[in-house]
């Protein structure tokens, strides 16, 4: 495992921009963000692969959230843009240091380490 540290959430109005980092303390595989809300199972929202910088996004946020990594130090980043209420959420970094090829990269079993947790809220 790594510990992950997170920050850069905050209160934004609809419309607005926020950037989100995560800093591992050690290599990894993948690092990806997932969000929870209220009642419902975390939600992959995007994926970074450390070989290569392959990406992958919920179709929600396509288009509107990027993510993008650092080597050193191993940091990811998630700038969200044209945020929406809808956004609204605690958002976790997750990171994986293997990979399981029969398991999607939404599904949270895929990563060994989880960040404490930022909250964003878009709100008027």
């Known amino acids: 495992q790594v510990q992950l540290v997170e920050s850069g959430g905050g209160v934004v109005q609809p419309g607005g921009s926020l950037r989100l980092s995560c800093k591992a303390s050690g290599g990894t595989y993948a690092m990806g963000w997932f969000r929870h809300f209220p009642g419902k199972e975390r939600e992959g929202v995007a994926i970074?692969?450390?070989?290569?910088?392959?990406?992958y996004y919920a179709d929600s946020v396509k288009g509107r959230f990027t993510i993008s990594r650092e080597n050193f130090p191993n940091t990811v980043y998630l700038e969200m843009n044209s945020l929406k209420p809808e956004d609204t959420a605690m958002y976790y970094c997750?990171?994986?240091?293997?990979?399981?090829?029969?398991?999607?990269?939404?599904?949270?079993?895929?990563?060994?380490?989880w960040g404490q947790g930022t909250q964003v809220t878009v709100s008027s």
């Open positions: 970074i692969f450390t070989s290569g910088g392959s990406t």
């Open positions: 997750a990171a994986a240091q293997g990979w399981r090829v029969d398991r999607s990269w939404r599904q949270t079993g895929q990563y060994n380490s």
